[in-house]
């Protein structure tokens, strides 16, 4: 059984910068990618980002140069560096683990952006 803790949402001016952490625990495969997708009121969810555990990163064309992800192997922690923060940026972040067929995901921590 795996199991995700996200923390760190919140609500942030447009501008702000915004930091998420997502710790993981339980039988994880050494190999393996974690990120970040996130939801928005009445859109599918979206890929943020992700970054394997050999350090290759992937992002989202709407956040690249704005936001970076970081892990700590050791730890099995995702970060989630979230800077220039855009009132589209608002949703409900999921943090996400995986390897071959397997998935898992987080509650979900909300991102709002609004002055």
């Known amino acids: 059984q795996v199991h995700l803790v996200e923390s760190g949402g919140g609500l942030v001016q447009p501008g702000g910068s915004l930091r998420l952490s997502c710790a993981a625990s339980?039988?994880?495969?050494?190999?393996?990618?974690m990120g970040w997708y996130r939801q928005a009121p009445g859109k599918q969810r979206e890929l943020v980002g992700s970054?394997?555990?050999?350090?290759?990163?992937n992002y989202a064309d709407s956040v690249n140069g704005r936001f970076t992800i970081s892990r700590d192997n050791a730890k099995n922690t995702v970060y989630l560096q979230m800077n220039n923060l855009k009132p589209e940026d608002t949703a409900v972040y999921y943090c996400w683990l995986g390897w071959a067929t397997s998935n898992y995901w987080g509650q979900g921590t909300q991102v709002t952006v609004s002055s």
């Open positions: 339980g039988n994880i495969f050494r190999r393996n990618a």
């Open positions: 970054m394997t555990s050999g350090g290759s990163t």
